[in-house]
C-alpha cells in the first residue's frame, strides 16, 4: 500500500490556496463534510458548460451524454463498495436522506404494533430520529444496545440480549462519528440475520475512509454522503438488496419512478429508478464518480493507513497534555478506531476551544455531533471539540491543533 504523499494531494484542493484570518487554513472538519478537489468541482462545472440537459427522457446528444455519466458514474460507486453494478444503488440527497428513505418504503412495508427496530448508542440523529418517527407511526418499540463500561464500543451482552428480542430491523452505524469506534458490521450483521432481521448500515464515516465491501458485510442496506467523500452535497447513496428494493414500494411519486400512469393509478419504473422521482442530482451524481475515480487512485486501503497514522500520532500527543480528556478506545485499539479524535479540556467550553482553533486558521468541530443521546446522556458532556482527519491533513495538522490546545489553555490560565 503506498503512502499517501500529502503535499501532492493538497495541490488537488484549490481550498488549501486560502488564507484565514492571513494563516492557511487547516482543515481538521472532515467527518462534517471533505473538501473537494479540482476534478470535482471541474465536473460540476463541466457538465453546466458543455453537456447540460436532463436525464432518461431526451434524444438528444447531450440529454444522452448527460444520461450516459449519471449511470456511470453508479457503476463506479457500485464498484467502490463491491455492489455489483449500479441497479440497486439509489441516489438520494445524504444519509439522512437514504435511512428515512428505507424507513417510508420497506420498513413502512414490514414493521407493525409491537415490533421491535434496534440501533445502538453509538448512533448519529439520522439513524435514530426516523426509527423514532416510525416507532411512532407504527406502535413498534425502539432499542437501543448499549455501550461498555468505558463507553467506548458496543457491550457483547447487550448485543445479544437485544437481538433475542427478535427485532424487525437493527440499524447500525458501521463507523462512530463522535467515538471513532468501527463496528465489526459483519460479525453482527450475521448474528442479526440469524434472528430474522434486517440489517441497515450507517457508512457515512466508513466508506469514505476504508474500504467497505457490501458482500462481504452481508448488510440489506447501506447509506452514506457524497460529500464527506470528495463530492458535493446533495447527493446520497442507498444502497439495498435487489429483492429488497423489488418488494418495497416507492417513496415519492412523481416523474421518473413510473413506467405508466393512468387517471386512477401507475405502474411504478424498474428498480433503482422507481426511488429516484423528478429531476435528480444530475451533476451531483456526476461529479461523485469523478470524486470515487480519486479515492480510487489514492487507494481505500492507504487512507484508512494514513488515517490510522495520524489518529494515534493525534492521540499520543493529545494524551501527554494536561487537562485534555480524550474519548473512544485507547491508541493500543487502532485497528477498531477511524479518523476521529473527540476531546474535552477541564475548565474551556468547547465552542471556545474550536474558536481559539479558529484564530490559528483551524477548522474542527464543537458540538452534540449530532449524537446527542451519546454526548450528553451517556458521556454526560455538554459538548466535546472533535479533530477528524482525511487524505489531506499531515503531522503538521496535528501539531497545530495541540498548539492551539495550548494556547487555549494559556488565554484560560488552566495548568
Ligand atoms: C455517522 C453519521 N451518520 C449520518 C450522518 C448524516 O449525514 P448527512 O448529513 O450527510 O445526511 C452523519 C453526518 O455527520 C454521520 O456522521
Redesign the pocket.
Known sequence: MAAIDVEKVKNDFPIFDIKVGGKPLVYLDS???SQKPRKVINAISKYYKRYNANIHRGVYKIAEQATEEYIKSKKKVAKLVNADSGENLVYT???????NMVSYTWAEQNVGSGDHILVTDM?????IVPWQMLAKRKGAILDYISLNNEHSELDEESIETQLAKNPKLLAI??????LGTIVDVKSITRKAHQTGAKVLV????SVPHMPVDIADIGCDFL??????MLGP?GI?VLYAKHDILEESQPFLGGGDMIKTVERQDFTPNDVPWKFEAGTPNIEGGIALGVAVDYLRKIGMGSIREHEKMLTRYALEKLSGIDKVNLFGLPVERIESRGGVVPFAINGIHPHDVATIFDSEGIAIRAGH???MPLVVEILKEPALSRISFYLYNNERDVDAAVAAINKAKSIFKIQ
Open positions: 467527518a462534517a463534510t440527497r445524504n444519509t439522512t436522506e437514504s435511512i448512533e448519529h440523529h439520522s439513524n452505524t458501521h463507523c462512530s462519528n463522535v450507517d457508512g457515512a464515516q447509506a452514506f454522503s457524497g460529500h464527506k452535497t446520497g455531533h449530532c449524537a
